[in-house]
């Protein structure tokens, strides 16, 4: 069964750190674009961060804070994320498509095969 398995969120204080893993089973993420999404309440789903062949992405409002990385050997993507703001909580979700739906300065939702059912990720004091 193909499946990614999102974790890592939780509650943290304004300027804390998160890092959320995306874990597949069922197929490798060596040759997949992974993307991270998020949807906070009452908003559209907006794309945060992606990976694919060496490119990485983020969305402007995450730069210099968010971090994405690759371990081929472990099968999973990692968006570590720092400086958290009040305005960063919503559902994460991670999501796999074919390498070109990701590059340096886009990533494509409408390409993504595979999602993951998310991980609630709350910024507050």
């Known amino acids: 069964q193909l499946q990614l398995v999102e974790s890592g969120g939780g509650l943290v204080q304004p300027g804390g750190s998160l890092r959320l893993s995306c874990a597949a089973s069922?197929?490798?993420?060596?040759?997949?674009?992974i993307g991270w999404f998020r949807q906070a309440p009452g908003k559209e789903r907006e794309g945060v961060s992606c990976?694919?062949?060496?490119?990485?992405y983020y969305v402007d409002s995450v730069k210099g804070r968010f971090t994405i990385s690759r371990d081929n050997a472990k099968n999973t993507v990692t968006l570590q994320m720092n400086s958290l703001k009040p305005e960063d909580t919503a559902v994460y979700y991670c999501a796999a498509a074919p390498p070109r739906y990701c590059g340096s300065h886009y990533l494509l939702s409408s390409g993504m095969d595979y999602w993951g059912k998310g991980t609630l990720v709350t910024v507050s004091s």
């Open positions: 069922g197929f490798t993420l060596d040759y997949q674009a």
């Open positions: 990976i694919s062949d060496g490119s990485t």
